[in-house]
């Protein structure tokens, strides 16, 4: 999957105000190990690493791309490595992760197994969009499905919807106490994004829901693929402005010692 951090950056301000508050979030502790998982382009990781100067900061992320913009080297406890999640190894005083575990299926799992990497007194701080429901994803979908042969069958989630795995937030509270979690907050927050009509929309989705889908196809499928999307998104959002009330979740836990 090929990321595009210009792509990405292009709505900075919008993407980081989540990322704001869950940095907010994370209990003052004395902190020894870091992971910052799907770091991205590594500006949260940096932002703990300074916060935490007492503690060895690890950005891991899947994608060579992103990787490559990191600010390796800007703090003498930073460092960044590829690497996929699911494969995650070690344990860490505090996990974080910001709009990056929304790629990884069923969150119920997978909250077990940072669970197990996470040291008794550790914290898990997580941020994911929870915005399937949006028109934008519901025709995504929709065009995938026309796209079956081109895209191998392929779909979002591997199931035949495109379903999210993002739980509601009382689904993960429910899911972190089942682990034994202390001190457990989880909100869901709106961070509106105003957009130039449907083809504002298809910018935002440019850096992260159509990722997944154009780096599976060639050059003159993706066209149609981006064309079809666009007939579609103008349909719905015939104006040249969209209010698009981006939901995100958010939760922190503590693991007791
Ligand atoms: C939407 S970006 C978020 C980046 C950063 N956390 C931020 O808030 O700006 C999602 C990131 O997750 C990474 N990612 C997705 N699935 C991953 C996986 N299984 N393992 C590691 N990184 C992954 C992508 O490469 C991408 O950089």
Known sequence: MTWNPDQYHRFQAARSAPAHDLLAMIPQRPYRSVVDLGCGTGEQTLELARRFPDAQVLGLDSSAEMLARTPAGQAANLRFEQGDIAQLTGTYDLIYSNAALQWLPDHPALLAQLWRQLAPGGVLAVQVPANHDHASHRLLTATADEFTDELGGFTRFGTAQGASPVLTPAGYAESLDALGATDITAISKVYPVVL???????????????????????????????????????????GDRVYYAFTRVLFTAIRPS
């Not at 449907?198 to 693929?225: C, N």
């Not at 064309?227 to 349909?235: C, F, N």
Request: charged fraction near 30%; aromatic fraction near 12%.
């Open 196 to 238: 130039r009509g449907a083809d504002g929309l298809i910018e935002w989705t440019r850096g992260t829901a159509l990722v997944p889908y154009l780096s599976r196809l060639g050059d003159a499928d993706a066209a149609r693929f981006l064309e079809s999307y666009r007939a579609r998104l103008h349909a719905e959002f015939p």
